[in-house]
């Protein structure tokens, strides 16, 4: 089992910055990717962007490219997403999510695809 903790967010005005943390803890060696969806009131959850943690490579949905960044401190088992140039239609619940060994080539950006689930953090953008 993976145990997910999000933080960091918050109200920002249009044009602001904030960055949101994920905790990892459990079997955090079983991870294999993790990544950040969103869901807007009545709305889909949809994928944001994703880290493989064996490659380091990234993903990013053309929504937020040039915007959102992803980073890891490996030495705390923590994800962050700087999230700059924000924008009222960012507003969203953000979650963090993990995929482990059993589900490598699986989906990268379908949310049934990532078997571990924070509770999800409160981004509101101002206009």
């Known amino acids: 089992q993976v145990q997910l903790v999000e933080s960091g967010g918050g109200l920002v005005q249009a044009g602001g910055s904030l960055r949101l943390s994920c905790a990892a803890s459990?079997?955090?060696?079983?991870?294999?990717?993790m990544g950040w969806f969103r869901q807007a009131p009545g709305k889909e959850r949809e994928f944001v962007l994703r880290?493989?943690?064996?490659?380091?490579?990234?993903d990013y949905a053309d929504s937020v490219k040039g915007r959102f960044t992803i980073s890891r401190d490996n030495a705390k088992n923590t994800m962050y997403l700087q999230m700059n140039s924000l924008k009222p239609e960012d507003t969203a619940a953000y979650y963090c999510?993990?995929?482990?060994?059993?589900?490598?080539?699986?989906?990268?950006?379908?949310?049934?695809?990532?078997?571990?689930w924070g509770q999800g953090t409160q981004v509101t953008v101002s206009s």
């Open positions: 459990g079997r955090t060696d079983s991870m294999y990717a």
């Open positions: 999510a993990v995929q482990d060994n059993t589900m490598v080539g699986r989906s990268t950006t379908r949310s049934y695809a990532y078997k571990y």
């Open positions: 880290l493989n943690l064996r490659y380091g490579s990234t």
